[in-house]
């Protein structure tokens, strides 16, 4: 697909609610970029269906139908670099990613992953932010590397962890916050804001995270 703004591939696995939201700021012109194709690794993904009622492009890569790892993620790449993107997008893709795949998306792949990030990272963030009793959590943000969850950050959400707080209401809380900051972040490397420069990141010339006054 062609046209003005960031062309985007948005990588899902689940629910594909981020994906939604990227694709609403971009229609509402709130962010300079447009979703090029939508790519899921399992063909029970939700968001493949929600992708196509918003009129995207998807392609389903099931990647338990693959050989191994490596033809799997020569498809993705494929794929992705078929579609013209220019940011590769991981929305809720919970398919760890191999060095040689993240270093050729070096400062052109972000992921948001639901925790305050140096702190849990890994999978099922919100079982054990309640069980250790924390009173604060978020959703981060972040440039993909070969470590897993430990790119650098280029924005987080916090919210409260209240009394009474279950996974099903803690996770919704996070998931409203990360539906803010993915587009943003977006939109701020679509106007070429957001730069990483040596393994930093700049946004408008200052190093991040920016001091608050
Ligand atoms: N790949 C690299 N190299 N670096 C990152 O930072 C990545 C990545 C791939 C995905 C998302 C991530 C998250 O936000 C992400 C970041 C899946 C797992 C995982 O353990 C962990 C982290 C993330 C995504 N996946 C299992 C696996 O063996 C499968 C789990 C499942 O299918 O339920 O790949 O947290
Ligand atoms: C999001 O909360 C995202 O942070 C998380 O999965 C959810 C996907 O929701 N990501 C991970 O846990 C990565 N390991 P969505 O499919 O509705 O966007």
Not at 95 to 106: E, G, W
Not at 107 to 126: E, R
Not at 158 to 176: H, K
């Amino acid at each position: 697909m062609s046209g003005p703004g960031l062309a985007l591939a948005v990588l899902i696995s689940g629910r594909g609610s981020n994906m939604a939201a990227i694709a609403r700021a971009c229609a509402a012109g709130q962010i300079g970029a447009r979703i090029v194709r939508v790519i899921a690794d399992r063909r029970g993904a939700a968001g493949i269906v929600l992708a196509a009622e918003l009129g995207l492009e998807v392609e389903v890569l099931p990647a338990g139908e693959f050989p191994d790892r490596a033809a799997f993620e020569a498809a993705l790449r494929a794929s992705i670099d078929e579609s013209g993107a220019q940011l590769v997008v991981l929305a809720g893709f919970m398919r760890i990613l191999s060095p040689q795949f993240t270093a050729h998306y070096a400062g052109a792949m972000l992921n948001i992953h639901p925790s305050l990030l140096p702190g849990y990272p890994g999978l099922h963030t919100h079982e054990r932010v309640l069980k250790a009793g924390e009173r604060e959590h978020g959703a981060t943000v972040h440039f993909v590397t070969s470590e897993l969850d430990a790119g650098p950050v280029a924005l987080q959400a916090r919210v409260p962890v209240l009394p009474g707080d279950t996974v099903a209401s803690l996770s919704a809380r996070v998931q409203q916050q990360e539906h803010i900051i993915y587009p943003q972040v977006i939109g701020w490397i679509a106007d070429g804001r957001l730069r990483l420069s040596g393994g930093r990141l700049e946004l408008d010339g200052r190093p991040l995270p920016a001091t608050l006054p």
